[in-house]
């Protein structure tokens, strides 16, 4: 199968992409951020597009490896009635991006949209909060050959766009999602609103269509619908019936042209894309694709784990950073960048750890204590008594100790009950008040066992 | 006493706000039943803000510009709580909810507006006849058509309802009408004046501006409304020169010197007893120092269609929103024959497999007339000659589409080409007023008003 996406994501901007009003439309009554313009009154014309919103795009575009449109950039109307719709056509720029490439998928064009209102089919009444707020479509050429391709690209494609900062994410995302069969013609399926959904649409429609085909029956062209709730798809219209938009320039906004010096001044401060990050930290701190993938998931992440290289060895620094810190932020519920765990704080409990000043255990207790705290590793180790590993006789000493009190659990041990050690080992610990290494009291007692 | 002149009077304190509301209303309340120049008239509003004027003058506060003086607004641009109907039954129940730019700043210069003017619905004509509250008749030639779109507005000016009026030319309806009422209309060049607020017949063409019965008036409210509007995309960032400065004195010597170009094809389409006041307008202007030079433009035959195909697919494109949904009616459902014939022939050449054809060939014949009309306009300050070719018709004619679009023959050019054209009377055949049209190069809309203040006291 060959499977291509048009995804929509909203820009995160302030105010809409044609007036002043606010995008924050989800945390409004409905209708309260609109004014004449982005209601399309009578009369009504565009404010000048907003500069941040063709910021963001070109941004994208670049991230996306597109070449930039060096022609000028302008708006068409895409005439089509529908009640979300004031004014009757939705602005829709000409390509500002073409031929880029995510991880050996080829993006046809990236472009500008305003997005519509939100028609509530339930009640008849639209809410035009969202009329205006400006949308990124980026077109991929039908290069995803399974359901699983498409998922991945898609996860890939959120990452790019949340390591830009300047879209909204995964929430905001629609996309018609193309897919064609050997012996098929080529299928769009409109209202796809998740990555889950793109997968569960492309799986569908994959069945639906072999099954067609096995039975000798043709697979016409056509555009079908996701039901989310159903995993299905609909026919909605045929090839016959493909709307006509009309597409004219819109003579209400003049054309723009991109300038190098704006273009170059994005590229200069937008940062790498994750993907290629992704790549560099494999070659560059020889990572495993797993790990590198985990460390540059957030941008913020990526960036602290290579301030942290400059002081601690990269291997070490991975593991802690992958394992430990993710387990900590995933456990709050938090980004990296929420957590407000600085760069500092990790160099100076990596540095203790790796100066055996303290105890992995004690590492793990620490770094629990992080998150939006503005306290050193050194002075929670020290508020919570957890400085210091202690000597191998003092190890030693509360290993045989720990022998002592507890024969029957001793008697297991020999027996091959694979707790008794972990009991023993939990006993040593609590006369050392946890600064005994786990690994290295493992060792001491099967040593005094044997 | 012209425009200006009152407006000193009246900042002066010789005649007050108050009077001027009233002696207005009364002739409005008196003619306006016999000419339909205003649909819409709120007398109250009028007269509270005439007594803050006069209050505010009185303690010897500043006051704006156009303090004082009643105006008139096509009802085609928005006005916070009157009905912008743009004469259709689609928006009869429409209340302006926002002031367009132009009317924002004529507030902010006190002006006083009194209501809403006639016109074409939607401003597609040339007559004021498609009007769904009825035509207009014309105060200086009774039982004719007082030309459009923006009818009302001229009446309204040629009866003497009011000082000044605000008009929109898309391909003429500015012009036209002042011509055929013997008053003066100017439309600026494109985007020397905000559009926001406007409605749209076709956004690349429509413009707008003042009506009055002398160029004083024109001026004084050119240089109210004109100027960079930063939430307006096609509005030009210019210098708005002093037009009010510029008018009177020395009126006479202006044309010194001026080169006038003639455009023999523009003669050509025009009606014999119109082109002999047209001579003898440049016959006077050349006597007052004025050098004439004559000019050919070949593309004349191209600028009608052109000018049709443009405007039938950008007013299809700006109705679609009155889908029923928002303003009560649909508007195929209920338009006049003229919009539906617009909005079907726009329908139909957009589509994606005519747009080609039609819509991108009407675009390049367009830079080309531009081209064209720069070639022109190089070596002249201005192109002087008829407004419209022909006289008005009886209100009620029957006319084909076609016999109407002639009436715009004239006048669409300076639309395709953006420049500023202006229109005022050079004379009468039988009566019935002929206009003498002025263009110029663009953002050159002072050397129009000059040249026209000029002409106004050589025929005093
Ligand atoms: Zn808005």
């Not at chain 2, 419209?388 to 209100?395: A, E, F, G, I, N």
Request: aromatic fraction near 6%; include cysteine; hydrophobic fraction near 35%.
């Amino acid at each position: 199968m060959k499977c291509g996406l048009e995804i929509h994501v909203q820009l995160e901007t302030d105010s809409k992409l044609f007036c002043d009003c606010r995008t924050n439309y989800q945390d409004t009554p409905a209708n309260n951020n609109v004014c004449h313009v982005c209601l399309n009154q009578p009369g009504a014309k565009p404010y000048p597009t907003n500069e941040k919103a063709l910021e963001g795009a070109l941004k994208i575009a670049l991230m996306l490896d597109c070449k930039i449109a060096k022609e000028i950039t302008y708006f068409m109307r895409k005439h089509y009635n529908y009640p979300d719709l004031s004014s009757g056509y939705q602005r829709t720029s000409i390509p500002i991006g073409y031929e880029g490439d995510l991880n050996g998928v080829r993006i046809r064009e990236v472009h500008m949209e305003e997005d519509p209102g939100q028609y509530k089919p339930d009640t008849g009444t639209v809410d035009f909060n969202r009329s205006g707020i400006p949308l990124i479509e980026i077109v991929t050429e039908p290069d995803m050959k399974s359901p699983e391709e498409a998922r991945k690209f898609l996860k890939e494609l959120i990452r790019v766009l949340e390591y830009s900062g300047n879209a909204r994410g995964e929430g905001t995302m629609r996309a018609d999602v193309n897919i064609s069969l050997e012996g098929g013609k080529r299928v769009e399926i409109k209202n796809v609103n998740s990555i889950k959904g793109a997968y569960k649409a492309l799986k569908f429609e994959m069945v639906r269509q072999k099954n067609l085909l096995k039975r000798g029956v043709e697979v016409t062209q056509e555009t079908r619908a996701f039901l989310e709730a159903q995993m299905i798809t609909v026919s909605m219209r045929l090839k016959e019936e493909a709307e006509d938009y009309r597409y004219i320039p819109d003579p209400d906004l003049p054309p723009m042209k991109s300038d190098d010096s704006q273009v170059q001044g994005i590229k200069e401060k937008m940062p790498e894309p994750p993907h290629i990050k992704t790549k560099r930290f494999m070659d560059e701190y020889h990572l495993a694709e797993e790990h590198a993938k985990v460390l540059t998931s957030e941008l913020e992440l990526a960036d602290t784990y290579e301030e942290v290289v400059k002081e601690i060895e990269a291997e070490f620094a991975a593991l802690w950073m992958r394992d430990e810190l993710k387990r900590v932020i995933y456990y709050n519920k938090m980004t990296f960048m929420e957590s407000e765990i600085t760069t500092s704080q990790i160099i100076e409990l990596l540095q203790m750890l790796k100066d055996k000043e303290i105890t992995t255990k004690a590492g793990q207790r620490i770094i629990e204590q992080l998150p939006q705290s503005s306290k050193s590793p050194r002075s929670i180790a020290e508020e919570m008594g957890l400085v210091g590993i202690v000597n191998e006789d003092e190890v030693l000493n509360a290993a045989k100790k720990a022998i002592e009190e507890n024969p029957t659990t001793v008697e297991d041990y020999h027996q091959g009950k694979k707790a008794a050690m972990n009991f023993l080992v939990g006993q040593v610990m609590k006369l050392t008040r946890g600064k005994a290494e786990p690994g290295n009291t493992v060792k001491i007692l099967r040593d005094l066992l044997s | 006493m012209n425009i200006l002149e009152k407006s000193e009077l009246i900042k002066n304190q010789e005649f007050t706000a108050r009077e001027n509301v009233e002696r207005f209303s009364e002739i409005i309340e008196k003619k306006n039943p016999q000419i339909n120049a205003f649909l819409e008239i709120n007398k109250e509003q009028a007269q509270k803000k005439a007594l803050e004027i006069d209050e505010r003058l009185k303690n010897g506060e500043e006051v704006g510009k156009l303090a004082g003086l009643v105006i008139g607004i096509k009802s085609n641009i928005n006005v916070e709580d009157f009905t912008i109907s743009a004469a259709s039954p689609t928006l009869e129940n429409y209340l302006g909810s926002y002031d367009a730019t132009v009317v924002k700043r004529i507030k902010a210069e006190d002006g006083i507006i009194i209501g809403m003017t006639n016109m074409d619905e939607f401003a597609a004509g040339s007559s004021t006849e498609s009007s769904y509250y009825g035509p207009t008749n014309n105060p200086a030639a009774p039982g004719l058509i007082p030309g459009g779109s923006s009818g009302g507005s001229a009446a309204a000016i040629a009866a003497g309802m009011c000082d000044l009026a605000l008009g929109s030319d898309t391909g003429g309806s500015i012009r036209n009408p002042a011509s055929h009422c013997g008053v003066i209309g100017f439309k600026p060049t494109y985007g020397a004046v905000s559009r926001q607020g406007l409605l749209d017949l076709a956004m690349s063409l429509d413009q707008i501006g003042p009506f009055a019965g002398d160029t004083s008036g024109i001026a004084l409210m050119l240089e109210s409304i004109a100027g960079l509007d930063p939430q307006e995309c096609t509005s030009m960032e210019w210098e708005v020169p002093p037009f009010s400065n510029l008018v009177g004195e020395n009126a006479k010597e202006t044309l010194k010197g001026m080169k006038l170009g003639i455009v023999k094809q523009f003669q050509e389409v025009t009606d014999r007893p119109i082109v002999k006041i047209i001579e003898k307008s440049i016959d006077q202007m050349q006597e007052m120092g004025a050098e004439v030079v004559e000019l050919s433009f070949d593309y004349i035959d191209l600028c009608l269609p052109t000018y049709y195909l443009i405007n039938y697919v950008e007013l299809f494109s700006a109705t679609r929103k009155y889908d029923g949904r928002k303003y009560g009616s649909k508007i195929e459902e209920v338009c006049g024959e003229e919009v539906l014939r617009r909005i079907h022939m726009g329908s139909y050449i957009s589509q994606k497999e005519f747009s080609g054809k039609y819509y991108k060939k009407a675009l390049q014949a367009r830079s080309l007339i531009r081209k064209e009309v720069t070639r022109l306009l190089k070596d002249v300050d201005l192109l002087v000659g008829p407004t419209v070719p022909k006289l008005p018709h009886k209100v009620g004619s029957t006319l084909e589409p076609l016999e109407m679009y002639a009436y715009d023959v004239l006048t669409v050019m300076a639309n395709l080409a953006g420049i500023p054209a202006g229109s005022l009377k050079a004379g009468e055949v039988k009566g019935v007023p002929v206009g003498l049209q002025m263009q110029g190069k663009p953002l050159e809309d002072a050397k129009i008003i000059q040249a026209m203040d000029a002409f106004e006291n050589l025929n005093k």
